[in-house]
């Protein structure tokens, strides 16, 4: 398979769901950071796009110097498995959701891992003597990634959040009635 047209294809892909993504969080205040509180998860949810794009980008400049993209594909396992918990936690606190959260995290991390490990350690994947390259590994792993990536997006965006009480006052209104000192 010509790994360059996989990874062209992954790139325009996420590129282009990070886009749908931007469009479909525009008007929703809760998502944009208009109240303060969702943008983080907004983003977080972002950067699994970008992480997936930026990654595939990495992976054709030079797919036969194995440095430049296992350089990439170290880096995004590591903060694609970082922006999963915190998106979990994001999650978790700002919606009512209380098992989604960690599925998606117990299989995002474990998936961002595998990346990282078999960019930092490519001979793992021959050592199992599977029919595949370790770069066919990663762009596999990837792929898991995008339906992943697209999970918590329609979670996130789907999901009510959680009713936050008003702050209590700080000052104790006056009783109008009561005697004056």
Same mark, same amino acid.
């Given at each position: 398979m010509d790994q360059s047209a996989f990874y062209g294809v992954v790139a325009a892909t996420n590129f282009?769901?990070?886009g749908l993504w931007w469009v479909a969080i525009k008007d929703r205040g809760d998502l944009t950071g208009r109240d303060g509180r969702g943008s983080q998860m907004a983003y977080l949810v972002s950067l699994q796009f970008v992480v997936a794009a930026? @990654? =595939?980008l990495f992976a054709q400049v030079a797919p036969d110097v194995a440095a430049v993209w296992r350089t990439g594909f170290a880096f995004a396992g590591i903060v694609g498995a970082i922006g999963i918990v915190l998106l979990a936690l994001q999650f978790s606190a700002q919606t009512a959701a209380r098992v989604m959260p960690w599925i998606l995290a117990g299989v995002g991390v474990p998936l961002y891992l595998l990346v990282f490990a078999v960019a930092a350690i490519p001979a793992m994947v021959t050592s199992v003597d599977l029919a595949l =390259?370790?770069?066919e590994v990663e762009g596999l792993l990837l792929s898991i990634i995008v339906i992943l990536g697209v999970q918590e997006a329609?979670? @996130?965006a789907m999901t009510p959040r959680r009713e936050v009480a008003p702050a209590p006052s700080d000052s104790i209104p006056s009783d109008p009635t009561a005697p004056s000192a």
């Open positions: 282009t769901l990070l930026a @990654v =595939s =390259s370790p770069i329609w979670f @996130v």
